[in-house]
Each structure stands twice: as structure tokens, then as C-alpha cells.
């Protein structure tokens, strides 16, 4: 091997070791949430959205009660893959106080259209922009779906997660 080839060689492998780094770092920063403000969870628990039949859903009714926010859209493959795995908890958890809340970022039309198709009975709030504003002060500053945040009745985070959840994180929540 000629010095030529051996340190061409050299320089190719750190173009490499710089490329992976930074390629950790994206994805770090892409799948890191921040902690929710003090201020971020008191706007939470002032925030009413309309729903898909049209009534107002207002957090302020959900204070002093364990709750899962699920930030989500039609067009997002995670989030509705992990749609039924939430209506599961809140079939098996509502008796004892949980109380789980779908935030649609989407279009009214869309949602509607989804949610007659599909069977989820938890409560559905039709977010929009407020609702991506929401998920951003809740700490997913990227604004991706999916976004779930677990408060227990004190109205502490117990737990964000940014990316499609499992039954095991699920679980977790008890």
C-alpha cells in the first residue's frame, strides 16, 4: 500500500466516524423530549377543544385524575398501530380513575372519518394548531407523532415518549 492509498484510507475513515456521530446525534435530539413546564402544564389544565360530535372537552374537568394524553393523526402508521393498545388500558383502567385523551392533529374531517371506522372510546379532542402548540410546551419540541404524556393525579409527568409506545411502557403506567 502506497502512503497515498493508506492515508486517503485514514481520511475516509474519519469522514465516516464524523458522519456516524453526527447521525447519533440527529437522531438523540429527534427522540429526546424536554420536561414540561410549570407553565406549560398549567396552559394543559386551561385548554378546552371541540370534539368530533361537536360538544367542548375541557382538561380543567380531568384535574386530580390519572391521565394519558396521546398526541396522534390519521396519517401517522405508529400512531394508529398503537391506537388499540390505549383503548385496551382505558377499557381495563377507566373504573379505577384513569382517564386517557386522543389529541388529533389532523383535519375535523379526517378524524371524524377515521374514528367512524374505527372502534376507540376514549375521548377524542380535535387539536389542530392548539393542539401542536400544546405537544410542543408539553415538551416534543420536533412537534412528531406519535406523543404520549402520562400525568398521575397530582399532575406530575410521570412519563413522555415520543415514537409509538408498547404494551410494556403501557404497563408501566400502573
Not at 390519572?66 to 393498545?85: G, I, K, R
Not at 377507566?94 to 388529533?104: K, M, T
Request: charged letters at 15%; glycine letters at 8%; aromatic letters at 10%.
Amino acid at each position: 500500500m502506497t502512503k497515498a492509498t493508506t492515508r486517503r484510507n485514514w481520511l475516509l475513515a474519519g469522514v465516516a466516524a464524523v458522519a456516524a456521530l453526527a447521525g447519533v446525534e440527529f437522531a438523540t435530539r429527534r427522540f429526546s423530549t424536554q420536561e414540561a413546564s410549570p407553565e406549560a402544564l398549567k396552559q394543559l389544565w386551561s385548554t378546552e377543544f371541540d370534539t368530533p360530535g361537536g360538544e367542548k372537552l375541557s382538561f380543567q374537568s380531568l384535574q386530580g385524575k390519572p391521565l394519558v394524553l396521546n398526541f396522534w393523526a390519521t396519517w401517522c402508521p405508529p400512531c394508529v398501530e398503537e391506537m388499540p393498545l390505549l383503548e385496551r388500558f382505558y377499557q381495563q383502567h377507566a373504573a379505577n380513575g384513569w382517564h386517557v385523551v386522543g389529541v388529533a392533529i389532523d383535519q375535523p374531517s379526517q378524524v371524524k372519518r377515521f374514528l367512524g371506522q374505527n372502534s376507540i372510546s376514549y375521548p377524542t379532542a380535535l387539536g389542530g394548531l392548539g393542539g401542536t402548540d400544546l405537544l410542543k410546551s408539553l415538551g416534543n419540541a420536533q412537534a412528531a407523532l406519535p406523543f404520549t404524556v402520562v400525568l398521575d393525579a397530582q399532575g406530575t409527568v410521570k412519563m413522555q415518549k415520543l415514537g409509538k409506545l408498547t404494551e410494556k411502557e403501557i404497563n408501566s403506567w400502573l
